[in-house]
């Protein structure tokens, strides 16, 4: 069986496994899931053109949500209402009260480097950047809104942006609305991680002096 075959299967019974859990109500656990090694593909490139050649390919679509983390196809967790309430909320508030010099881009397709291949709730970065291809040294902030896929985000994506060099990110609990605030990153993860409750002022520091609080979004 060759690579195109192999990741056929494996994503058909991620997806299978997906839907199982999603019908029983049944959370995603990422450690559960099967994933799928992007360096056995014989296609000599990077992992977010492997992605994009599977789309090609029929393997998946763009409904099957996946990202590539550390050279791994991951299954995203679906989203629910409440995700998307706390989206659309987060989405007005950027869009009303970023300056002039700094922009946003929601669930880009943001390839970090060669093995990682991302779609954040939010990236924030200097005005014009390009949303699929910004270097994460050049990121200013990176947001995920979290329910199902919390311990994920908080753990194992934290780790990642870290290492990248991403220099804030935040991981937004979409009940509470408490926010998981992750700076000064390096090779081993953020140095400083702290947890801001909704009625309390988020500081975005490297964009002074923009301030939020979730608990003005008119979420309760």
Not at 75 to 94: F, I, Y
Not at 154 to 180: F, Q
Request: glycine share 8%.
């Amino acid at each position: 069986m060759d690579g195109v075959e192999l990741a056929r299967q494996r994503l058909g019974e991620m997806r299978h496994l997906a839907l199982s859990q999603a019908a029983h109500h049944v959370r995603l656990r990422h450690h559960l899931v099967r994933r799928r090694e992007v360096d056995e593909f014989p296609l000599g490139e990077p992992a977010g053109t492997v992605g994009e050649r599977l789309a090609e390919l029929g393997i998946f679509t763009e409904d099957d949500r996946i990202e590539l983390i550390g050279g791994e196809l991951v299954p995203m967790s679906p989203k629910g209402n409440r995700h998307e309430m706390v989206c659309a909320a987060l989405h007005n508030w950027l869009r009303r009260n970023l300056p002039g010099d700094i922009d946003y881009h929601p669930e880009p397709g943001w390839r970090a480097d060669a093995a990682n291949y991302f779609e954040p709730d939010f990236l924030v970065g200097p005005a014009g950047f390009n949303r699929t291809s910004i270097r994460p040294e050049d990121v200013l902030l990176l947001i995920e809104v979290s329910h199902s896929s919390l311990a994920f985000d908080t753990a194992t994506k934290a780790s990642r942006y870290a290492s990248l060099g991403v220099r804030e990110y935040w991981v937004v609990d979409t009940v509470s609305l408490a926010t998981r605030v992750h700076r000064a990153p390096s090779a081993v993860g953020y140095a400083d991680v702290g947890t801001i409750p909704a009625g309390e002022p988020l500081m975005v520091l490297p964009v002074p002096p923009l301030i939020l609080r979730l608990a003005d979004l008119g979420l309760d």
